[in-house]
């Protein structure tokens, strides 16, 4: 593996455990300080602290407004998802440590689910002209789901998984 390709890892591995995916999915519908993160996900704040500053530095969060605390001490930092930063997860390698992180926090949701939307697994053919548009429409409702995100607790909480993978021809 060259340097440039370790470098790439860097991102993966910040993202490579369930809880930092899950601080991730928190910060999708609105922008938190480490207190907010560390309430809404019942850890301690230090936790919390650690682990949005790891996902900054990784580019998966971007820092938002500080909002001055009542009284002494430092401003609140506080975070947001950056929907950008899901590009170089496709370019990198070592996708595995995220996908398996996703696993793991799949597991979670689904003992979490009140009701069950959607659910579909499929390793079929197509022709590409198809595939390419079901790879388009899924993009899309990624998009829809990021953009329209909203804060903790304001609608209906759900859970998106979205794989889409093209298989090598063992022929």
Do not use: C
Not at 3 to 16: C, G, I, S
Not at 41 to 56: D, E, F, P, V, W
């Amino acid at each position: 593996m060259s340097w440039e390709n370790q470098d790439d890892l860097v991102p993966l591995r910040a993202l490579a455990n369930p809880l930092r995916i899950r601080i991730v999915s928190l910060l999708t519908g609105a922008s938190m300080s480490a207190t907010e993160v560390a309430d809404q996900l019942g850890i301690a704040h230090a936790s919390a602290s650690y682990h949005l500053r790891q996902l900054a530095k990784a580019g998966f969060l971007l820092q938002t407004d500080e909002r001055p605390r009542a009284g002494r001490g430092r401003p609140q930092l506080r975070y947001r998802y950056d929907p950008s930063s899901g590009e170089r997860l496709d370019r990198s390698e070592g996708r595995q440590l995220v996908h398996q992180a996703m696993s793991t926090d799949l597991a979670r949701r689904l003992a979490e689910t009140d009701r069950a939307r959607t659910s579909m697994d499929a390793e079929v053919w197509l022709a590409r002209p198809v595939w390419e548009e079901i790879v388009g429409l899924i993009d899309q409702a990624v998009t829809l789901l990021h953009d329209k995100a909203g804060p903790p607790h304001d609608g209906v909480k759900v859970s998106m998984t979205a794989l889409l993978l093209e298989l090598r021809d063992e022929r």
